[in-house]
């Protein structure tokens, strides 16, 4: 999975999903639940390519194989939401980003929380729900500081502590 990724990011969408391919036969041959994973990266490329048809087939196939893992299921139903998005009406979109929002606070993932915040925003933006798009990207906005405040204190501190330990040396 890790190879096909790289090649989503960088564009190369096709090699992505003929390497993501190659990763579902050989999870199915072994019955590896992490296939679920797999599931997801294939969504994500469709979903970026874009090719929203196949991106909810594969989201939801993610949410089908993986329903003891939370995390996934975040990102699953925040895929869905942001395929949803492009689509009138804006019910299913918000009804995935909800869901997926819900799931993100209880296991306390912050850096999901504040993206799917920010896709709730644009939804409700072009659905033409001012006031929503306002509270869900402040939200966002404030979420997102403390997601990088959090992650720069700990930066420094391990470069303090690098220095230290370096300076008794």
């Not at 874009?50 to 925040?78: C, M, S, W």
């Amino acid at each position: 999975n890790l190879i096909a990724r790289a090649y989503g990011v960088s564009g190369n969408f096709q090699d992505a999903l003929d390497f993501y391919h190659k990763s579902a036969e050989l999870r199915k041959e072994i019955n590896d639940p992490a296939i679920s994973w797999t599931w997801i990266g294939m969504a994500n490329v469709y979903e970026k390519m874009p090719n929203p048809e196949l991106a909810e087939k594969f989201y939801r196939l993610a949410l089908e194989t993986g329903i003891d893992d939370k995390r996934l299921q975040v990102i699953a139903h925040h895929g869905l939401g942001n395929v949803f998005s492009n689509t009138p009406p804006p019910g299913k979109a918000i009804e995935h980003l909800l869901k997926a929002l819900d799931i993100a606070i209880i296991i306390h993932l912050k850096p999901m929380q504040y993206q799917i915040h920010e896709s709730l925003a644009d939804v409700y933006e072009k659905a033409g729900n001012s006031n929503k798009a306002l509270e869900h990207f402040k939200k966002f906005f404030s979420l997102r500081q403390e997601v990088f405040n959090t992650e720069s204190n700990q930066r420094i501190r391990q470069l303090q502590s690098a220095f230290e330990i370096e300076k008794a040396q």
